[in-house]
């Protein structure tokens, strides 16, 4: 099992930074691919970014493309999330998740559906 925990939410201005984590505690977590997912109120969760469980090869969504950037470091158990040139239409909880599966070693699903452990969110909100 992944134990997922997001942090570095918070309130900034349209053009500003911000820098989430995911801090993942459990065996599988080096092998796994992590995917940061985020629900707008009253909306669909959204894919925004995933990234392999190498660390090599990760693959964003075109809303967020040249904004943002995500990175882990399997030595510390943790994900990254650097967002950049913040819109207000970022604004949403911010889930970090983890997809385990043998499938996972051949790909890096934009599928919410395919990630099996979920954070607890971390609220991102930018104003105009």
């Known amino acids: 099992q992944v134990q997922l925990v997001e942090s570095g939410g918070g309130l900034v201005q349209a053009g500003g930074s911000l820098r989430l984590s995911c801090a993942a505690s459990g065996r599988t977590f080096s092998s796994s691919n992590i995917g940061w997912f985020r629900q707008a109120p009253g909306m669909e969760r959204e894919f925004v970014t995933a990234?392999?469980?190498?660390?090599?090869?990760?693959r964003y969504a075109d809303s967020v493309k040249g904004r943002f950037t995500m990175s882990r470091d399997n030595a510390k158990n943790t994900v990254f999330l650097q967002m950049n040139v913040l819109k207000p239409e970022d604004t949403a909880v911010y889930y970090c998740?983890?997809?385990?599966?043998?499938?996972?070693?051949?790909?890096?699903?934009?599928?919410?559906?395919?990630?099996?452990?979920w954070g607890q969110g971390t609220q991102v909100t930018v104003s105009s």
């Open positions: 990234i392999a469980y190498t660390g090599r090869i990760s």
């Open positions: 998740a983890a997809d385990p599966s043998s499938a996972s070693q051949i790909r890096i699903s934009n599928s919410g559906n395919d990630y099996d452990y």
